[in-house]
């Protein structure tokens, strides 16, 4: 009887840490596009990242490069001030996406140019993403929206 209650126990112990790893694998290979990191125009021309690699990319629509005359697809080129990638975007942009303004965009790096599937923007006058203006501040070119240039 001994024998038998020990190798239950065994069973149940094997089973249930089998049950844990298997749902750990599962919540690990869900999550695995749920982290994205974010790069800056400059970071993106200096290693560019796998094709395959989800990631978000900020900084300011260049002025004079966006197109939206292609049909469904909009381009233009999102700037740091230290290096500009192509992006390009079907769907809806947002209100306040705009020549000049901040942007954050998902998306992949196929071919050179950004394939975006989600663009944000800012939400008023003032706001833009932490991340977007840590990279402007990188390359010295953000510009307080109190009128002041921030300067490394």
Same mark, same amino acid.
């Given at each position: 009887?001994?024998?038998?209650?020990?190798?239950?126990?065994?069973?149940?112990?094997?089973?249930?840490?089998?049950?844990?790893i298997?749902?750990?694998?599962?919540?690990?290979?869900?999550?695995?596009?749920?982290?994205?990191?974010?790069?800056?125009?400059?970071? /993106?021309?200096?290693?560019?990242?796998p %094709?395959? @690699?989800?990631?978000?990319?900020? *900084?300011?629509?260049?002025? $004079? +490069?966006?197109?939206?005359?292609?049909?469904?697809t909009?381009?233009?080129?999102?700037?740091?001030?230290?290096?500009?990638?192509?992006?390009?975007?079907?769907? /809806?942009?947002?209100?306040?996406f705009? %020549?000049? @303004?901040?942007?954050?965009?998902? *998306?992949?790096?196929?071919? $050179? +140019?950004?394939?975006?599937?989600?663009?944000?923007?800012?939400?008023?006058?003032?706001?833009?993403?932490?991340?977007?203006?840590?990279?402007?501040?990188?390359?010295?070119?953000?510009?307080?929206?109190?009128?002041?240039?921030?300067?490394?």
């Amino acid at each position: 009887m001994k024998g038998l209650k020990k190798q239950r126990r065994i069973q149940v112990v094997l089973l249930t840490t089998g049950a844990l790893i298997v749902s750990f694998l599962l919540i690990w290979y869900a999550s695995q596009d749920a982290f994205q990191f974010f790069r800056a125009p400059s970071e /993106v021309i200096a290693a560019p990242p796998p %094709e395959n @690699e989800v990631f978000r990319i900020g *900084g300011l629509v260049e002025e $004079g +490069t966006l197109i939206r005359d292609q049909g469904e697809t909009i381009t233009f080129m999102v700037t740091d001030g230290g290096g500009s990638v192509p992006v390009a975007y079907t769907g /809806v942009l947002p209100d306040l996406f705009g %020549e000049g @303004e901040g942007m954050v965009g998902t *998306g992949r790096l196929i071919n $050179g +140019t950004f394939q975006a599937t989600e663009i944000l923007a800012r939400h008023d006058e003032t706001y833009m993403p932490a991340e977007v203006i840590d990279a402007l501040k990188e390359q010295g070119v953000y510009q307080d929206p109190n009128g002041d240039i921030a300067t490394n």
